[in-house]
């Protein structure tokens, strides 16, 4: 199982979505180009709606059947590790494999030392093919960086191994994760993990590293964009060459975990992945559950109603709901609205408020993120909630699918 040059992972916290989704690859397959979706919901996600990881399968492979989509798809174990990696066995084909808890604790001494004399001829002044500047690499940089990243390689690989012992080694997509670690990976650093694994075996696929800057759940990146993009560029380009250099599968490509929305980034990611002529994978978080309260907000009614409890109930439970949260999310409670104001909105203020659009001035960052974290109090209205899905299902899509295309796919990809 080989993934395609392009695709994009799409959560769907309430499995209702899948159809309007699949329709923004359809029309990116019309505009020329294939993006292939990948479905990807979270262990935390499930412990939070209460669901299970085969309600993914059949959405995805249901939206799939209905829209007669004919290239692949896939279905994402998202960032799983060891201890939850079996409740996703069967519904995936993805895995993305999470070793953040492990980087930063050393390996044993002996296999740093293994390492990095397995790895000494790239000691000196390392060319990379694609880049003007040489990269300084020392023994000293090289130990350190298995110290802090071996461990983790190899917690990875366990990982791989116990998918493959059970779906068999060719039969899924890896993806080797290292996004919500503390600090950005370096060149030298990302040449020297993809060193360790293919060491350790993983024929991963996709590797999604930490960038420079935030990325903050569902609102823009922060940051310094011309650093960014510099980065991006020079992590293409170490990955070209560690395909070559150790062997991996060739089809390897940056994941990029964004949160979703990353606007600002998303026309130097564009030029990059053309210059360089790469792959990508966009994984973005739920946003199209906030692309649901816009069109129960602007269907009026029950749906405002219920956009509007949401919004109460979420305000009432701010540390809660924000506490798994809290590393990707900056919310300033100042400038939450109260949900007095908000009881008193018509649909369109409710929506203009919430939908992603920056340039509006009733656009409220604050009033986005914490919606973006308060599923929960939607998953715990239940059937009510989903009756609402159904009852307004035309006005939800039709905002479900605008924002995959007009504001990801084309911005990206097209
Ligand atoms: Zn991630």
């Known amino acids: 199982m080989r993934i395609e040059k392009y695709s994009m992972g799409i959560g769907d916290r309430f499995a209702h979505q899948g159809k309007a989704q699949l329709r ?32 993914v399968r059949a959405e995805a492979d249901a939206a799939v059947a209905a829209l007669g989509w004919g290239s692949s798809h896939y279905v994402d174990a998202d960032h799983i590790g060891l201890k939850n990696v079996d409740l996703f066995l069967d519904a995936s084909d993805f895995f993305t494999l999470d070793v953040a808890d492990f980087t930063g604790r050393a390996a044993a001494e002996a296999d740093i030392k293994a390492f ?21 690499v020392t023994k000293r940089r090289v130990e350190e960086i298995a110290a802090k990243y071996l461990l983790a390689v190899r917690e990875a690989g366990k990982i791989y191994r116990r998918v493959a012992g059970k779906k068999g080694e060719g039969n899924f997509v890896t993806e080797v994760s290292m996004d919500e670690t503390d600090s950005p990976q370096t060149p030298e650093e990302m040449f020297f ?20 800057g935030r990325f903050n759940k569902g609102v823009d990146y922060v940051g310094d964009v011309a650093q960014f993009a510099k980065e991006f560029e020079q992590d293409l380009a170490v990955i070209a060459f560690a395909i070559r250099e150790f062997g991996l599968p060739a089809n390897l490509k940056l994941s990029v975990h964004s949160g979703s ?7 130097p990611i564009h030029e990059a992945i053309t210059k360089f002529d790469a792959g990508l994978h966009l994984k973005t978080a739920g946003t199209t559950w ?9 269907a009026g009614g029950e749906g405002l109603a219920i956009a509007k409890e949401v919004y109460a109930n979420a305000l009432g439970r701010f540390d809660e709901l924000c506490g798994p949260y809290a590393t990707v999310i900056d919310i300033d409670p100042e400038k939450l609205p ?20 920056p340039s509006c001035d009733a656009y409220n960052p604050n009033f986005r993120q914490l919606l973006h974290v308060g599923y929960k109090v ?37």
């Open 290 to 298: 906030l692309e649901e309260l816009i069109g129960l907000a602007s």
């Open 338 to 357: 109260s949900t007095r104001t908000v009881s008193g909105w018509n649909g369109e203020e409710y929506a203009s408020a919430l939908r992603h659009n």
């Open 378 to 414: 939607a998953a715990e209205m239940g059937e009510r909630y989903l009756n609402a899905l159904k009852e307004f299902e035309e006005v939800i899509a039709k905002n479900v699918t605008e924002n995959i295309f007009d504001r990801h796919l084309k911005r990206i990809f097209l």
């Open 116 to 136: 990095v004399e397995k790895h000494s001829k790239y000691v000196g002044e390392l060319a990379i093919p694609g880049l003007d500047e040489t990269f300084h």
């Open 261 to 267: 929305d990353k606007f600002s980034i998303y026309g």
């Open 24 to 55: 923004a690859m359809l029309q990116a397959k019309a505009a020329g180009v294939e993006v292939v979706p990948v479905w990807n919901k979270s262990h935390r996600e499930h412990t939070i709606i209460h669901t299970q990881p085969a309600s």
């Open 193 to 212: 993990i993809l060193a360790a694994v293919a060491d350790e075996n993983i024929p991963a696929q996709t590797i999604a590293p930490k960038f420079t």
